[in-house]
């Protein structure tokens, strides 16, 4: 059993040392609830670390058919991440649709280079100069 030490009263600065305590401390447990289960681990560009995403083989199996839906396609990592469970659980990845495409992040090669259809609704080529440029369709 790991004791991780909660102070009475803290700062912000503080408290936002301990949730990372806290999420290091328990990151390689499993859920109790999960028997046989699949995992990978998805880089966060916004948090820059590493998560473990995990599914029990009891929702993700051989022959199922999986179509991937996502706010935000930027690098391209939670797509690499389901990509690579949907591969370990011998299921299909039909396509992953998101709703906003950062284009000149290049997150739509990694998928597309799997071999997996790739859908935005919106497409933002680029922000320079503090100007949202939209991909005309």
Do not use: W
């Not at 990151?27 to 966060?44: A, Y």
């Amino acid at each position: 059993i790991t004791k991780v030490a909660i102070p009475k009263s803290f700062t912000v600065e503080e408290d936002k040392l301990l949730v990372e305590q806290i999420q290091q401390t328990f990151r390689c447990i499993k859920p109790s609830t999960m028997g046989d289960m699949l995992s990978t681990s998805v880089f966060s560009f916004t948090k820059q670390r590493e998560y473990n995403v995990v599914i029990s083989k009891e929702y993700l199996g051989k022959g199922d058919k999986v179509l991937f839906v996502d706010d935000f396609l930027a690098y391209g990592n939670a797509a690499k991440g389901i990509i690579d469970l949907c591969k370990k659980a011998g299921a299909e990845l039909v396509g992953m649709g998101f709703i906003i495409e950062k284009a000149f992040q290049h997150g739509r090669d990694a998928i597309e280079a799997a071999g997996v259809r790739c859908e935005s609704l919106a497409i933002i080529e680029s922000l320079e100069n503090c100007e949202i440029k939209m991909r005309e369709t």
